[in-house]
């Protein structure tokens, strides 16, 4: 460092323009790797996400035909058909399958045929059945001699004809009226399935022009595949993957670097889904960066040499003219200012000239100081605002696991009960006060609130019929204006649970709403409940006098204040601190909580506020 402080400015500049450049570059290429390993870790986490739903997909498809295989060969009318084929009736056990069978593929599209064959060759069908197809691929495949496969699902079958992918599933049918020891063949259910919804699982998944997606059966034959076939690079794939046994892993093929992985299937033995997705194409996106980190070096360079040979020889002269200017004290520096007339040393356009020009400009900026303190205090109260909200969305965010919590206990308390009705009736309700809760606007009607808890009221209903009886007495003029969303229920879940249930016998609660002059909402919520204790009423007022933030709330150490104290404070931070929450109370006789905050109005409608008995 030494060194380097004795040198020329003009060689520590060009030193530092070297460095500079060396950084960058770096830089650049350290950008470069951390890009690639990001955009291969995104990769990976695809790939696994979508060979395990092409895997789902093989699996809901192959156990939809096992099933339909199943439910044929086990039927009374295949067991029926091939017991008795020159019987009289055997006409109607050809109806009866034939109607069994359409049912059957009408409710998975991808199967083409479903086929029986008694044990001496005969093939009986359904008569939507394509005897063409099953011709061709019999005659291609052997698939009337069920020695040729075993129980359960073939490899890939191909209609030259068609240019068509098929596979098949086989099940043998035994006698249902023997004992199950003896196990008397009668012949072989086979269902003839289109590889289309296989292929299509594939293809849809598929991100870069040559990823590959791949299905593989138990004897690693390729059942369904994206895009064209290339059946060396498959092979070559499936070499990889049975010498690989990392779900994930990078692999040469052909010459070429892929990402390969491979995700088993849980219902098909053997069975796996993989693909192979060339690294070049995962890198593809950064070509363009590449290209564009060479030119901005290339560019750099050119940029220092320019800086080297004009900047660097005018740096000198105005260094020594601001040095002079200096030397003149403080006195004459504060009352003049440097000259830019003589062009030659003073360049306005570069750096040491902004300098200059700064430093000339310097005193007349003390004079937007004042602008500038009235700014930061507009910030300041900016800042205050937010803060405020906030604090109001945190609060919000106490009240509906407080009331999620007592609806579940209610909940669990009917299904001890075995109330399966009662549950649904609870869960609706819940389901419909949670999104009110959780979606729209933070201010509501009044009657959109009343709505809410008339919710409430059939959650309480079940859970105390016929303990108490509840009623509105809600003035129609207010039934438009705006209030806080999920204000009043608190208030009434307060009541029921702190004052009447703890009540014996049967108790009421009174809401009612008015507006006050001038232009004041009023709520008052009234239960003839077990009341408050003086101490706790007492530190419950405490509490709302001295209430200045959400952390307040949890120094509270009765429950039962918890959701008035939020109430309260919530309509502080909306309304301002004139506005909020007070609360009358006497053991054994009630308690009585009111709420007072502005209204607004919209337009008037009307509202059914009903008496109800609970």
């Known amino acids: 460092m030494r060194i380097f402080k004795q040198l020329t400015l003009c060689k520590q500049i060009r030193i530092l323009f070297a460095f500079t450049i060396l950084l960058t570059l770096g830089v650049g290429l350290l950008f470069y790797?951390?890009?690639?390993?990001?955009?291969?870790d995104k990769e990976k986490q695809y790939m696994?996400?979508?060979?395990a739903q092409i895997a789902q997909k093989t699996e809901d498809i192959t156990t939809s035909v096992s099933r339909i295989t199943d439910t044929v060969a086990d039927s009374a009318a295949a067991n029926n058909l091939l017991r008795n084929t020159n019987s009289s009736n055997a006409w109607d056990y050809r109806q009866s399958l034939n109607n069994l069978i359409s049912n059957m593929t009408r409710s998975t599209p991808s199967i083409s045929n479903i086929l029986l064959l008694n044990t001496i060759g005969e093939v009986y069908g359904y008569s939507g059945?394509?005897?063409?197809?099953?011709n061709r691929l019999n005659a291609k495949y052997h698939l009337f001699s069920p020695g040729n496969y075993p129980d359960g699902f073939t490899g890939l079958l191909y209609d030259d004809q068609d240019d068509t992918y098929?596979?098949?599933?086989?099940?043998?049918?035994f006698d249902n009226r023997s004992d199950s020891a003896l196990q008397v063949k009668l012949g072989t259910c086979l269902v003839i399935v289109n590889c289309e919804s296989l292929h299509l699982a594939c293809s849809n998944t598929a991100t870069t022009e040559n990823a590959?997606?791949?299905?593989?059966d138990s004897d690693d034959q390729v059942l369904a595949w994206n895009g064209q076939r290339d059946e060396k690079v498959e092979s070559a794939i499936i070499q990889s993957v049975q010498s690989n046994g990392e779900t994930i892993y990078s692999d040469r093929i052909a010459g070429e670097k892929f990402l390969i992985s491979q995700y088993p299937m849980l219902t098909l033995s053997g069975y796996q889904a993989i693909s192979a997705t060339p690294y070049t194409e995962i890198t593809a996106g950064l070509t363009n960066v590449r290209i564009l980190g060479i030119l901005f070096l290339l560019l750099t360079l050119g940029e220092f040499l320019l800086l080297d040979r004009r900047i660097i020889r005018n740096i000198t002269a105005p260094i020594d003219q601001i040095f002079q200017f200096m030397q003149r004290g403080p006195y004459f520096t504060l009352h003049h200012r440097i000259s830019l007339e003589n062009p030659h040393k003073i360049n306005v356009n570069n750096e040491m000239g902004s300098l200059i020009v700064q430093i000339n400009t310097m005193l007349d900026q003390l004079e937007d100081l004042t602008t500038t303190t009235f700014q930061n205090q507009a910030r300041l109260y900016e800042v205050t605002l937010v803060n405020d909200r906030v604090k109001l969305s945190a609060l919000q965010s106490q009240i509906n696991p407080h009331f999620l919590y007592n609806?579940?206990?209610?909940?669990?308390?009917?299904?001890?009960?075995?109330?399966?009705e009662e549950i649904c009736t609870t869960v609706s309700a819940l389901s419909a006060i949670m999104h009110y809760s959780i979606k729209g606007e933070d201010m509501v009607e009044v009657q959109s609130e009343l709505k809410y808890i008339q919710k409430y009221l059939q959650i309480i209903e079940i859970r105390f019929s016929g303990r108490f009886s509840f009623e509105f007495d809600i003035a129609r003029e207010i039934l438009h204006s705006k209030m806080p969303r999920f204000l009043l229920q608190p208030m009434i879940e307060n009541a029921v649970s702190h004052g009447l249930e703890p009540k014996p016998g049967k108790g009421s609660l009174i809401?009612?709403?008015?507006?006050?002059?001038?232009?004041?909402?009023?709520?008052?919520?009234?239960?003839?409940?077990?009341?408050?204790?003086?101490k706790i009423k007492q530190k419950l007022e405490d509490a709302l006098k001295n209430l200045s933030n959400t952390v307040d709330l949890y120094q509270v150490p009765e429950k039962q204040g918890i959701g008035l104290l939020n109430i309260h404070l919530r309509l502080q931070l909306i309304y301002g601190a004139p506005y909020g929450l007070t609360v009358s109370s006497t053991p054994g006789e009630g308690t009585v909580i009111s709420v007072d905050f502005p209204a607004t109005f919209t337009t008037d409608s009307s509202f059914y506020c009903p008496k109800r008995d609970l």
């Open 212 to 216: 590959r997606f791949l299905i593989l």
């Open 48 to 51: 696994y996400y979508t060979l």
């Open 166 to 173: 098929y596979f098949a599933n086989i099940r043998t049918v």
């Open 129 to 134: 059945m394509e005897y063409s197809l099953v």
């Open 407 to 420: 609806t579940l206990n209610s909940i669990q308390g009917l299904a001890y009960l075995g109330k399966t």
């Open 33 to 40: 790797q951390v890009s690639c390993n990001s955009l291969i």
């Open 511 to 534: 809401l009612t709403g008015k507006l006050l002059e001038p232009n004041i909402l009023h709520f008052e919520c009234r239960d003839d409940g077990v009341g408050m204790s003086p």
